[in-house]
């Protein structure tokens, strides 16, 4: 008795596993981008120039790491919270028409934000995304293109 609730119970366990994991997918195109002051950078640091292109129907998670030292943020805790505040981001994607999906904030206390969209829904042929708050870095942190097809 207590043998066959113990393998229901795991069945259960594991059918409910099976489900969170397909609710949250893995996307047909995953994008990771290092943000700092001096723009969008990819794995290797390179600053990113180009748009991206993915295809039409696509799934797509662009994920944002914070790429400032904790340091150069606190200048060893000289640096007032006001200027802090300077290198918090927060990523709107534009699909021409308007912004259809946003990130949470992105800084030191939340090193990774993410933005999902499927391309080409509603009929958009480019996204660009860019950072909505005033930071330090604005000017370079506004023209990141995904071009669809
Ligand atoms: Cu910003």
Redesign the pocket.
Known sequence: MLKRLLVLCVAVCLSVLFVLNAGAGNPDVELKIK?NKDGFSDATGRLIDAPFHVKKGASVRVTFLFDEKTSEVLRDLMRAAEEQHGF????ALHNGKEIVAETKE?GLKNRQATLEFIAGDKGAQNYKIY????????EH?HDLTIEVG
């Open positions: 943000v918090v981001h927060a990523f992105l950072c909505t708050l005033m930071c330090f870095g604005m942190l």
